[in-house]
């Protein structure tokens, strides 16, 4: 899913993952915790995205892991003129979006 945003694994050891588009230059990155505990009801994690194309890559991607959708790729005017979103949960339970926010061309 993330690579449909332009980002990869940059780096990973023994208790951590990074993700982003320059080797050991994470933009995100995932820490294994002993004491961690899962984001509550109503988290929201959401990716800036590089294009329209690339949230709709963003959501069959989310699809095609084991998510579940939870708001198709499209605008939304709530939001804005321009806001252009799709919204997944994950097979953990979190809820992720992808979205740009400004005019086509």
Known sequence: MLGALGLRRVF???TAIGYGVEDD???LCLKLRPNAAPPGD???????????????AFHAAGIKAGGVDNGAA?????????YYAAFLIDPDGHRIEAVINRPVG
């Open 25 to 27: 230059n994470d933009l």
């Open 74 to 82: 499209g605008l939304r005017a709530d939001y804005g003129d321009h």
């Open 12 to 14: 990973e050891d023994d």
């Open 42 to 56: 109503g988290a929201h994690l959401a990716f800036a995205a590089p294009s329209r194309a690339a949230v709709d």
